[in-house]
């Protein structure tokens, strides 16, 4: 696995104070299962604006579920959800609450989210154009400033096919970007990557989470989730079975479970 200059990574300081923001995304007692197979347990978790946060966790503990239900690409059994300030039971389902959360929210996918037949270019602009309905020269705009945010202004013109997969990640991520979100989704995003790729990813979501753009990270680079966020949930068959900053996560373990946890993966890494 990849070694980060920790040193580095800290350039940006992207952890101020947030205790002072208003909470952005509430989640209350959300559960969800696949036939016998409970998979969220009731699930809390309330996100301040500009909050930048990890979730971590061993495999089928429904971290991915979890992010995926914000945006209700995965509908939970129960619970609530409140964004800003709309509010949803999950269990009386309101399009128009659903159509606006995912208008305010965007989301980085573990196999890298493009189009095949379209360039580096129009994969960024589609999103704007389609959906938010701009025109194609302030969607050109936008889309080249993202672009040269994520280092991929020599690539407009590029077909996905002559890309790399860091590459391929990072026009995911200046799609993503272009629509201007409020609430930032990575799901694994340097999962699929070969390892000597994982870095020039992972710089670009430093830069995303030090903007102050509020982002929830779902990763197995224990080092990279300590230098970037501000909080680290570790969830735990299928609830949240620790809440800290990252030095109360990764330097005092609050329970014998979660010290097992981060001794598995770094002997893993």
Same mark, same amino acid.
């Given at each position: *696995? @990849?070694?980060?200059?920790?040193?580095?990574?800290?350039?940006?300081?992207?952890?101020p104070a947030?205790?002072?923001?208003?909470? *952005?995304?509430? @989640?209350?007692?959300?559960?969800l299962?696949y036939?016998?197979?409970?998979? @969220?347990n009731g699930?809390?978790? /309330? $996100?301040?604006r #500009?909050d930048v946060?990890?979730?971590? #966790?061993?495999?089928?503990?429904g971290?991915?579920?979890?992010?995926?239900c914000?945006?209700?690409?995965?509908?939970p059994? /129960?619970?609530?959800?409140t964004f800003?300030?709309?509010?949803?039971?999950?269990?009386r389902?309101?399009?128009a609450?659903?159509?606006a959360?995912?208008?305010?929210t965007?989301?980085v996918?573990q196999?890298?989210?493009?189009f095949?037949?379209?360039?580096?270019?129009?994969?960024?602009m589609? %999103?704007?154009? $389609?959906?938010?309905?701009?025109?194609k020269?302030?969607?050109?705009?936008?889309?080249?400033?993202?672009?040269e945010?994520?280092?991929?202004?020599?690539?407009?013109?590029?077909?996905?096919?002559?890309l790399s997969? #860091?590459?391929?990640?990072r026009?995911?991520i200046?799609?993503?970007l272009?629509?201007?979100?409020?609430?930032?989704?990575?799901?694994e %995003?340097?999962?699929?990557?070969?390892p000597?790729?994982v870095?020039?990813?992972?710089? $670009?979501?430093k830069?995303?989470? /030090?903007?102050?753009i509020?982002?929830?990270?779902?990763?197995?680079? *224990?080092?990279?989730a300590?230098?970037?966020?501000?909080r680290?949930?570790?969830m735990?068959?299928?609830? $949240?079975?620790?809440? #800290?900053? %990252?030095?109360?996560?990764?330097d005092?373990? /609050?329970s014998?479970?979660?010290?097992q946890?981060?001794?598995?993966e770094?002997?893993h890494?």
């Amino acid at each position: *696995m @990849l070694q980060l200059d920790t040193a580095r990574l800290t350039e940006f300081d992207s952890t101020p104070a947030r205790g002072h923001q208003p909470v *952005m995304l509430e @989640l209350k007692d959300l559960k969800l299962s696949y036939g016998n197979t409970q998979i @969220l347990n009731g699930v809390d978790l /309330s $996100v301040r604006r #500009g909050d930048v946060l990890s979730i971590i #966790g061993p495999s089928g503990t429904g971290k991915t579920t979890l992010l995926k239900c914000i945006n209700y690409l995965v509908k939970p059994a /129960s619970g609530t959800i409140t964004f800003d300030k709309i509010r949803m039971d999950y269990q009386r389902v309101d399009k128009a609450a659903i159509q606006a959360i995912r208008c305010r929210t965007a989301m980085v996918f573990q196999q890298f989210n493009v189009f095949k037949n379209m360039t580096v270019l129009q994969n960024v602009m589609d %999103p704007l154009v $389609v959906v938010q309905r701009k025109s194609k020269d302030e969607a050109r705009k936008i889309a080249l400033q993202e672009l040269e945010r994520v280092g991929l202004s020599e690539k407009i013109d590029s077909y996905p096919s002559q890309l790399s997969g #860091g590459q391929l990640q990072r026009t995911g991520i200046a799609r993503a970007l272009a629509v201007r979100p409020d609430v930032m989704l990575f799901d694994e %995003p340097t999962s699929s990557l070969d390892p000597e790729l994982v870095g020039e990813v992972l710089k $670009v979501i430093k830069d995303v989470a /030090s903007s102050g753009i509020t982002s929830l990270l779902v990763t197995h680079e *224990m080092q990279f989730a300590k230098s970037i966020s501000n909080r680290i949930i570790f969830m735990d068959k299928g609830v $949240v079975a620790a809440d #800290g900053s %990252p030095t109360e996560i990764f330097d005092t373990p /609050s329970s014998p479970r979660l010290a097992q946890f981060l001794n598995s993966e770094h002997s893993h890494h």
